[in-house]
């Protein structure tokens, strides 16, 4: 049984909005210390996004997504999701849930459990 699983990716025109949802399968993994979306563009290393942090009390981006995206998790629904509005084509990538921070920055990306992705593609 897939631990993480990412829905909502799709194409969109530049200027655009998407919002990607993670479904966790458990509530060890969900109140996990951190969770976090990455992405990985064709040709380039694996990139932070956002991370929610303490339970969600603490928010963190990218700096490439500040103010353009917003990172929230449903404690009921055991989800996390990306609300991604104003997107570029530089936002093209596959989208990747992670949860369980094992060490250092959540930017660093040392999560121990991964989903398997989702593709968002921005024209221009």
């Known amino acids: 049984q897939a631990q993480l699983v990412e829905s909502g990716g799709g194409s969109v025109q530049a200027g655009g909005s998407l919002r990607l949802s993670c479904a966790v399968a458990?509530?060890?993994?969900?109140?996990?210390?951190?969770l976090a979306w990455f992405r990985q563009a064709p040709g380039k290393e694996r990139e932070g996004v956002a991370a929610i942090c303490a339970g969600g009390i603490r928010e963190f981006y990218a700096d490439s997504v500040k103010g353009r995206f917003t990172i929230s998790q449903d404690n009921g629904k055991f989800t996390v999701d990306l609300q991604m509005n104003s997107l570029k084509p530089a936002d093209t990538a596959m989208y990747y849930c992670?949860?369980?921070?094992?060490?250092?920055?959540?930017?660093?990306?040392?999560?121990?459990?991964w989903g398997q992705g989702t593709q968002v593609t921005v024209s221009s």
């Open positions: 458990t509530r060890d993994i969900f109140t996990s210390n951190c």
């Open positions: 992670a949860a369980d921070l094992e060490r250092g920055s959540w930017y660093d990306g040392a999560f121990a459990v």
